[in-house]
């Protein structure tokens, strides 16, 4: 089984900064994509942003610019540093993996149980 633990949320006041990070164990053969979702109070979740074992990103254009992911595929280890947090990256975020478990299998999506992130002054 793939188990993907988060931490690194909390309360932070408008301007500041957050780092959340993301450590994924089990049964993990190959690596495709690390990324990072959020969902806000009554809203769909959507995505933030991602990097793949090679080390591309893509980012929400509301994040860009703030948001910074990276990761130690060594540790199987995703972060997403985030600057300038608005009351509106109030959410819970989530870390997604995308991963084939075992040779000869397909990639399937895993996820962590979330972390909270508040911004309020």
């Known amino acids: 089984q793939v188990q993907l633990v988060e931490s690194g949320g909390g309360l932070v006041q408008p301007g500041g900064s957050l780092r959340l990070s993301c450590a994924a164990s089990?049964?993990?053969?190959?690596?495709?994509?690390m990324a990072w979702y959020r969902q806000a109070p009554g809203k769909q979740r959507e995505f933030v942003a991602t990097i793949t074992s090679g080390g591309s990103t893509n980012y929400a254009d509301s994040v860009k610019g703030r948001f910074t992911v990276s990761r130690d595929m060594g540790k199987k280890t995703v972060i997403l540093q985030m600057n300038s947090l608005k009351p509106e990256d109030t959410a819970v975020y989530f870390c997604n993996l995308n991963a084939v478990p075992e040779p000869g299998t397909y990639a399937n999506d895993y996820w962590g149980q979330g972390t909270q992130v508040t911004v309020s002054s």
């Open positions: 089990g049964s993990i053969f190959n690596i495709l994509t």
